[in-house]
């Protein structure tokens, strides 16, 4: 018998050779993967609670009589399979020939005209040196990659414009590799380019891994290096693996592939979803909610999934089945098949019901409010008969008029908008949309003889996180408002808060009559 309470526990291979253990406790300890138990022939007897495993591999149910599993999560499987009887798990899982995924997602994101789609179509064909285009990505695209011998890729190239910024987290995923693109063009802005989309990614912390990419465009030999601190941008983004400079236009074929397409593919390698496998039942449902997406369907309700679901099997009341479909849900979401917003709501909630599967059903619809809602907006604010106005009249310019968003649709976009804080409903049932507001502040932001008291300067401040001050504190606000700031006013006292997008500090002023 053998127990490890030792939490800093990782690795298990120095058991492997005590073939003679027959008890095994391991609850709340840093293992994740159990194959070196395999060799430990007379186990029977093992506790796994607490952990955070890979898988749980077979021999786990064949070759150990009690095995427990307690609260633990599982990365490749749903751990609500082992609720079940050994031999319904068997029969359902391990005695089947799997469906593997071999596939991985990696997001590109950065600034407008940092070189992500130029990085991108370059990677895509071997690397070869192709004429630089300046078009920019519209919302998101997805473009595919097949390198020889490795797993597949799915590329996510992000608009940088700050109109599509707006709604990337939308789309930002667990189980991916974000390669993040900064210029080197301006040494000055390598840093806080870096800071903020790590900053963005960092909330992404399951099986994520992250690449710092500096594109050095045509000055390959004016490195920067010295204007990057790995050390700061690893505290802020543990994810973050490496940082690499290359040149998007000038590096050679090969020292590209070797500056930043290999460690890419190594990355993706490493990816819970490469080795994923799911019983052909699981992956058809898969299947057919890919053929959904090829057949330009938008979004479903969460009523259509489950009846997908059961086409395939998967159907019923049982609670094992309902935590599957559920999981699926997850990796759908974070492979792209589908995105569901279901994570932290309530049972009930509006948008427990929407699974979008065209990402450009959605961005075109928050785009067509952010694009056409400036003028019809007071302040930021519309009215829910508005807002559904700017989805569905087919006149307006800059839209896309082959996406419709009847029914549920206004709905939907304005619930995911809620998620993501790029909307807020008010107590009178009005819309309060910042980005709607103007982008300059007022003049006198520090009237004459009101002048600042004195100022706090905040190293980070969440734009979402003043909209939400701003909710909260309107009743107090002096008519001073856009979308970076507002002027809070208490006595003769005011309060001035800054987040300006383009500097690292955000400033809080106090301002005070002179006399005071």
Known sequence: TLYQNNPQLSALAPLAGLPQLEWLCLDNTRVSDLSPLKSCKKL???????????????????QIYHFSLGDSTVARQPAALFQLPKEEVQAAYYDVK???????????????????????????????????????????????????????????????????????????????????????????????????????????????????????????????????????????????????????????????????????????????????????????????????????????????????????????????????????????????????????????????????LNPDWLTNGVYRVLWNGVGCSGGGILSRAEFKELLTNRNLPTVDISYRYDGDGPNYILEIMRKFRRAYVLKDDRIFIPELMGVSPPPMLAPEGRPIHCTWQLTYLPVHLLHRVTLALYEHCDGAIWRY????????????????????????????PEES
């Open 98 to 356: 799997r469906v593997k995924v071999n596939e991985g997602k990696v997001i590109f994101l950065g600034e407008s005209g940092v070189g992500k789609t130029h990085t991108i179509e370059r990677i895509r064909a071997n690397g070869a040196v192709i004429n630089f285009r300046e078009d920019t990505t519209p919302g998101v695209k997805i473009r595919p990659y097949s390198p020889p011998g490795r797993p597949a890729v799915k590329f996510w190239d992000f608009g940088g414009q700050d109109i599509m910024q707006s709604m990337h987290h939308c789309f930002l995923t667990e189980r991916s590799c974000y390669v993040i693109v900064v210029s080197g063009k301006d040494k000055d802005k390598v840093m806080p380019q870096a800071e903020k989309w790590l900053r963005t990614v960092a909330g992404y912390s399951r099986g994520v891994s992250v690449l710092l990419a500096v594109n050095q465009w045509h000055n390959v030999t004016a490195k920067v290096e010295n204007e990057v601190d790995e050390q700061e941008l690893r505290a802020l983004c543990p994810a973050l693996k490496a940082v690499i400079y290359y040149s998007a236009v000038d590096d050679s074929p090969e020292d590209f592939n070797k500056m930043l397409t290999k460690p890419i593919i190594d990355e993706v390698e490493k990816l819970d979803s490469v080795k994923l496998e799911l019983p052909p039942a699981w992956a058809a449902i898969r299947d057919e909610m890919q053929k959904m997406q090829e057949e330009k369907v938008d979004f479903i309700s969460f009523g259509d999934y489950l009846d997908v679901c059961a086409r395939h099997g998967l159907g019923g009341e049982s609670e094992v089945n309902a935590s599957i479909r559920m999981w699926l849900l997850d990796w759908f979401n974070d492979l792209g098949v589908c995105f569901s917003y279901h994570q932290g709501l309530p049972q009930g909630a509006a948008l427990m019901d929407c699974k979008v």
């Open 485 to 512: 700031g507002i002027r809070l006013r208490e006595g003769e006292d005011s309060l001035l808060l800054e987040a300006k997008p383009d500097e690292r500090l955000r400033h809080l002023n106090l301002l005070r």
């Open 44 to 62: 029977f007897r093992l506790s796994c609670e607490g952990l955070q495993l890979k898988e749980v591999p077979d021999f786990c149910l064949r």
